[in-house]
């Protein structure tokens, strides 16, 4: 039986990713355009809703702005301790005897922006016929660029070797881990056996 010659597969090799702001509008710029108008009509029809029904929307906003104000001063106040306490970790505030006045006075200072924040929005939303204004269209701005803006000031903050794949350990009190035990040897095992 004679065997037939076998062609040569060819193997399909994967091209190249291609990255960047070119390709990316390459690929997505007609997507995007054919999306704006729906998407358009989407936003009004929910606005109109919402200005129809601006009471029942403005509690709800008001006890989303005092929860994600909590969440957000919560999680800035926390950066910022922990900053002072890398940078200046002599600093009475960071002092482990004042840790629980920190804590007390941080917590009310927090309560009383988010209720603050929370406040204002409400009273922001109280008329319809007076929205939009510049008040609350440039606070709406600022308080979507606060997260963006801080994580930025956290993220350059944070020294060298943190949060680029390096791990660094530390025990509970915070304090570099001491030195590596070495590793087993022949004659350290047969001193931990007992002898019979």
């Known amino acids: ?7 040569p597969t ?17 690929r997505w710029t007609i997507p995007l355009i054919g999306a704006l108008t729906p998407a358009a009509l989407i936003v009004v029809n929910i606005a109109v809703f919402i ?6 929307f403005r509690i709800t906003i008001s006890i989303l702005a005092f929860v994600s104000g909590l969440m957000l001063n919560s999680w800035a106040g926390l950066n910022i301790y922990r900053m ?3 940078r200046r970790p002599d600093h009475p505030i960071v002092n482990e005897r ?19 924040t929370a406040l204002f929005c409400y009273l922001g939303l109280s008329d319809y ?17 606060v997260p963006i803006l ?33 590793p087993p040897t022949s ?10």
């Not at 004679?2 to 062609?7: A, G, N, Q």
């Not at 016929?129 to 660029?145: D, I, K, R, W």
């Not at 004659?187 to 019979?196: E, G, H, K, N, V």
């Open 150 to 182: 801080l994580r930025a000031a956290f993220h350059r903050g944070v020294p060298k070797g943190r949060g680029s794949g390096q791990t660094s350990i530390t025990t509970v009190a915070g304090l570099p881990p001491g030195p590596m035990p070495s």
């Open 98 to 116: 004042n840790q629980e006045i920190v804590l007390v006075v941080g917590m009310a200072v927090i309560i009383i922006a988010a209720f603050l």
């Open 1 to 7: 039986m004679p065997f037939r010659r076998r062609r």
């Open 10 to 26: 060819r193997i399909a090799t994967a091209q190249p990713e291609r990255s960047g702001v070119g390709p990316f509008l390459k």
């Open 129 to 145: 016929n007076h929205l939009p204004n510049g008040l609350t269209f440039f606070t709406g701005v600022l308080s979507a660029a």
């Open 84 to 86: 002072l306490q890398q």
């Open 51 to 56: 200005v129809k029904n601006l009471p029942e």
């Open 187 to 196: 004659a350290s095992t047969r001193d931990a056996l007992p002898r019979r």
